[in-house]
């Protein structure tokens, strides 16, 4: 596999529920970084491509937030188990490959062994981030439950015993987003500064 481009100074790790908000937060992030500072790097990113190759189906709407997508959802995230099992950090390394920015925004963590790469690759660099929605808001956003993705690892294998850095409240009458945001943008603002 082909070397890492450079070390970076802030690893953000984002999880959540599916229509939590993890793209519009981890892209607003990415609005006020530029990306120059900032790069999202998403798990399912090398998934989706591989996934999408192997089946011929359209990747553009694989990534995308419409229903496309859900439509594969679950045989997606089997595909990827038996991938995972070869190698738990096989997508964690393809997803990180490359990226050359002080600050890296991985948007969609789903299992601890996720977390546990991140940890092990860089220990000081690694702070995680739990983006919250009600079921209500992200049902007006879309979601429904669907067994066998709801009820799996996939979405709830970070549901407890992890002690997230930061949690977000992507609520309309929660505080602003910009206002949660703050602190996280200024730590990543001082680990770029500080290259
Ligand atoms: N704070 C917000 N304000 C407006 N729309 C939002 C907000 N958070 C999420 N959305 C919208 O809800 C949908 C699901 O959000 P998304 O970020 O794709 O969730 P996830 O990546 O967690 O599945 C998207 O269409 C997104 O634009
Ligand atoms: C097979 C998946 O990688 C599909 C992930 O797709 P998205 O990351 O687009 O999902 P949400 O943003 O939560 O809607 C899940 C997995 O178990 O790896």
């Known amino acids: 596999m082909e070397a890492r481009a450079s070390e970076p100074r802030l690893v953000l790790?984002?999880?959540g529920?599916?229509?939590s908000g993890k793209d519009y937060v981890t892209d607003l992030i990415?609005?006020?970084l530029g990306p120059e500072v900032c790069c999202v790097l998403r798990l399912s990113g090398p998934l989706k491509q591989q996934y999408a190759q192997e089946h011929a189906l359209d990747l553009d709407q694989l990534l995308g937030p419409g229903p496309y997508k859900e439509r594969y959802r679950a045989d997606m995230i089997r595909w990827g188990e038996s991938r995972r099992r070869q190698d738990p950090g096989?997508?964690?390394?393809l997803a990180?490959?490359?990226a050359r920015q002080p600050v890296w925004?991985?948007?969609?963590?789903?299992r601890s062994s996720d977390l546990q790469w991140f940890r092990s690759e860089f220990p000081r660099q690694t702070q995680t981030?739990?983006?919250r929605s009600s079921e209500n808001t992200r049902r007006q956003r879309g979601w429904s439950f669907t067994a066998g993705v709801d009820d799996a690892e996939s979405e709830c294998g970070l549901d407890s015993g992890v002690d997230f850095d930061w949690i977000l409240t992507n609520e309309a009458?929660?505080?602003s987003l910009e206002e949660q945001l703050r602190p996280i943008l200024r730590l990543a603002v001082q680990a770029a500064d500080n290259q």
């Open 105 to 110: 925004v991985v948007s969609d963590a789903r």
């Open 17 to 19: 529920k599916r229509k």
């Open 90 to 93: 096989f997508f964690c390394c």
């Open 129 to 131: 981030v739990r983006v």
């Open 13 to 15: 790790v984002f999880s």
């Open 96 to 98: 990180t490959r490359g």
């Open 173 to 175: 009458d929660a505080p």
């Open 30 to 32: 990415h609005e006020r």
